[in-house]
């Protein structure tokens, strides 16, 4: 078993044997190994668990579509996830049908896939982290909220490696207006200028 196979085989265990919450299936991360540069999300949802691959929902389409605006391409990254499998939350509506809905991971099932993510970026062996939301942030990071780092060149002793803290693609649905598309749009050109730095 080659050394991805063998990370897959652990998520899969991990998934299998999870009782504390509702889960979802599990992806892998996707992309060159190794790779200079790596793009960290969140968990995957519906869209990722049924194509077995991270950002191919809506939020997928948002980041490459500013991923190809400062001429990068998904063949050129690598881009995986905090927390591998979907983490979900059923409620029961009125008229008793059940709906699935995504819920954030939480630190505990972050903490599941510590070794995971550490030997995926160990192989990946990227020069830049981008972390995309909070969630990642605080895995890589001491900041407590992307808003006080985002379009940032930061740099983690501990791993030797270059941050960029990025908000989550998601992010634009939430906030539907001019001021923080222009911001968003900015980071994306500041991670154009920082790659052209490292
Ligand atoms: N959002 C994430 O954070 N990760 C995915 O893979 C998809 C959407």
């Known amino acids: 078993m080659d050394a991805q196979e063998t990370l897959k085989e652990k998520i ?6 999870y009782e504390d919450e509702k889960i979802d ?9 190794p790779c200079a540069i790596i793009f960290v999300g969140e968990a995957p949802g519906k869209n990722e668990i049924e194509k077995r691959k991270p950002f191919v929902g809506i939020a997928g389409k948002t980041f490459e579509k500013y ?9 050129k990254i690598r ?8 983490p979900i939350k059923l409620k029961e509506n009125p008229s008793g049908r059940v709906t699935v809905s995504n819920r954030p991971p939480k630190s505990s099932e972050v903490e599941l896939f ?9 192989l990946v062996n990227p020069r830049i982290i981008i972390t995309l939301g909070n969630i990642p942030l605080k895995r ?5 909220s992307i808003g006080e780092c985002h379009g940032e060149l930061h740099f983690n002793e501990d791993m030797k490696r270059y941050i960029f803290p990025m ?26 200028a920082a790659l052209k730095n490292i």
């Open 12 to 17: 899969k265990i991990i998934t299998d044997n």
């Open 25 to 33: 299936g599990y992806i892998t991360g996707d992309g060159p190994i």
């Open 67 to 75: 991923l190809n605006t400062i001429d990068l391409s998904r063949d």
């Open 79 to 86: 881009i995986t996830n905090t927390c591998f499998f979907r």
């Open 114 to 122: 510590r070794n995971i993510l550490d030997e995926e970026i160990k």
């Open 140 to 144: 890589f990071t001491d900041f407590k």
């Open 167 to 192: 908000y989550h693609p998601s992010s634009l649905t939430y906030n539907r207006n001019e001021k923080f598309l222009s911001m968003y749009e900015e980071d994306w050109n500041k991670l154009k």
